[in-house]
């Protein structure tokens, strides 16, 4: 079991018997670590009568987590999400100076973000890409600024460069799934899998996955379609003179 402790750590004990409990997310998380003292409770969320079956919540996972780690999936999870990982070579032209400014943004030059249902496209992604394709002009002005925060939108060509970057990798990402989206719909719907089996349950985490990285993809094209075609929507949100992240001031 995962637990998240209160200095921001995580830890993961061993509790036995404890993956004879189905998961459910219609009950209430009921388990508990104390770091103190170390213990791991389970406790009732309800009473149960002799027969009732007890389920455990393990909380907002994702298929594709729950089948790494459990071995079983929950067909049209809201939870499912895919973990993006953005990274930038070392020896990439100007690497230290955007290396501080991901720093600054609580990213690193390897950094992993969840895409979700909820959320498919983070401003911490944006964030990460407008500080990896910033030029030697751009840098040249936030300089001055390194200590306030990290860079939240640059000019129009950042943009452009950023949202064309996440569409065509977002793309290819969706063209390396062995079986895509609407074929597997198709397959599970028609009962081309034994329920149940590891094959069903791989086929739902890829399902889950394919769907957020097409929200992801989506969100961007129109982002970059508004943005080219001058759209105040588009402009309004992304397109604006380099900023701070966490004060909005512009750089000038």
């Not at 973990?83 to 609580?106: C, R």
Request: glycine share 8%.
């Amino acid at each position: 079991m995962d637990f998240q402790l209160p200095d921001g750590d995580s830890i993961r004990p061993l509790a036995p018997f404890a993956d004879m409990l189905n998961h459910s997310s219609e009950v209430k998380q009921c388990h508990a670590y104390d770091a103190l003292s170390r213990n791991l409770s389970v406790l009732a969320g309800k009473n149960y009568e002799s027969g009732d079956q007890v389920f455990i919540n393990y909380g907002p996972i994702p298929n594709n987590r729950l089948l790494r780690l459990y071995g079983f999936i929950v067909p049209g999870n809201p939870n499912d999400s895919y973990d993006l990982v953005l990274m930038t070579d070392p020896m990439a032209p100007f690497f230290e100076q955007k290396h501080k400014l991901w720093l600054s943004a609580g990213l690193d030059s390897t950094s992993t973000i969840s895409l979700t249902l909820n959320d498919p496209l983070p401003r911490s992604v944006l964030r990460y890409l407008h500080i990896q394709r910033l030029h030697e002009s751009d840098l040249a002005i936030i300089a001055p600024h390194q200590s306030d925060a990290a860079v939240e939108k640059t000019s129009d060509s950042n943009e452009v460069e950023v949202l064309q970057f996440l569409v065509e990798s977002i793309s290819s990402l969706l063209d390396g799934f062995g079986t895509q989206l609407e074929k597997l719909e198709e397959q599970l719907a028609e009962g081309f899998y034994s329920p149940g089996g590891n094959a069903w349950s791989a086929a739902h985490a890829s399902l889950g996955e394919q769907r957020v990285l097409r929200l992801t993809r989506t969100i961007a094209g129109d982002l970059l379609a508004a943005l080219e075609s001058g759209s105040g929507n588009g402009r309004g949100l992304l397109s604006a003179p380099a900023q701070c992240a966490k004060c909005e001031k512009a750089y000038v």
